[in-house]
């Protein structure tokens, strides 16, 4: 009996989750479009890697696999190139500088 509370208590807090994090993609999506600066775009689109790295892990959870635990930090890696990259392209204007001397 126990076993079976915990089991739907998961899958109710796996929905809850689930919805938090669509509804916090759909508004970052918007934020990402309509933002006033390039900085809240790039923070948009970092924090929408972040919801994503914790929807593969909620999926993981409600999967009962590890075999997403590498998708997570595969998606953790990427958002830290691409966070430097952004970074790099609002204070230069460039990512690769090519300077010929």
Known sequence: MLDEFGSQMLSIVLVIC??????????LVIRAFIGPSNA??????DTIGANMMAF????????????LNDVVLLIGILLFIGTIATA?????GVIIDRHNH
């Open 56 to 67: 593969t892990g909620l999926a993981a959870i409600g999967l009962v696999t590890d075999k």
């Open 88 to 92: 790099k392209f609002i204070e230069k």
């Open 18 to 27: 689930f919805i938090g994090i669509a509804i916090s993609i759909f508004l």
């Open 40 to 45: 809240d775009r790039a923070v948009a689109i």
